[in-house]
């Protein structure tokens, strides 16, 4: 069992549809002290009127270690764009859809992309809407296809990278903080492992 802290943050310019948004995480292989990924993000997105899709572009700065290592074994650059798309279903059924496509420059390795698609649905307990002080349940499924199998130096990927799956249970603090709580299944084409999730989104 491993975990996962994470911190996002999204701000929205006044009369205006952009903004900023951006994310921290912070990823052990174990509870704590056994460093598996450092990641920093952030990007810029754009509303369209009438609309609720919103479009970002933006950059991450990446730190990975292998399994019981100190030492970090590789850097990447990686440079994004996404859209998401939120979705209602009923009453109290809030669906999200988001598709993000990767270019990633790894360290000791070839350029390389990366296509990613995320469903996620939040179902409120105390509330029918998600409004401050309500309690709700969270999940979400992310696969991941690598753009190419070669690498470099000889080596290859599959197309298939990883599958993210997730459950647990959130609650919305004010207009402007959430945090969630729950556990993740990763399956690689190498390896799976379970983590815990423990989030803070700040509305800015």
């Keep these: 069992m491993g975990s996962w802290y994470m911190y996002a943050f999204n701000a929205e310019l006044t009369d ?33 009127k009438n ?19 100190s030492e970090i074994q ?8 996404e859209a998401k798309m939120p979705q209602k279903l009923g009453g109290r059924i809030y669906l999200g859809h988001r598709f993000r ?22 179902v409120p307990l105390n509330n029918r809407l998600l409004i401050p002080k309500t309690w ?4 979400y499924d992310e696969i991941f296809i690598n753009g190419q199998k070669d690498i470099g130096n000889n080596k290859q990927v599959d197309l298939f990278d990883r599958n993210r799956v997730y459950f647990g249970v959130g609650y919305i603090i004010s207009q402007h903080l959430k ?11 190498t390896w799976s492992k379970n983590q815990f999730v423990l989030s803070l989104f700040h509305h800015i």
């Design 16 to 48: 205006s549809q952009w903004g900023f948004q951006g994310d921290i995480q912070h990823r052990n292989w174990n509870v704590s002290g056994d460093l598996e990924q450092l990641l920093l993000r952030g990007g810029v997105h754009y509303t369209p």
């Design 51 to 69: 609309s609720k899709i919103k479009i970002t572009a933006g950059y991450a700065y990446i730190q990975s270690s292998y399994y019981d290592s």
């Design 74 to 81: 590789n850097h990447e650059n990686r440079i994004y764009q």
């Design 101 to 122: 496509f990767e270019q990633r420059m790894v360290q000791n390795q070839d350029f390389r992309t990366r296509f990613r698609y995320a469903f996620s649905i939040d």
């Design 136 to 139: 709700y349940i969270s999940a």
């Design 179 to 189: 945090s969630t709580f729950g556990v993740l299944r990763q399956n690689t084409s």
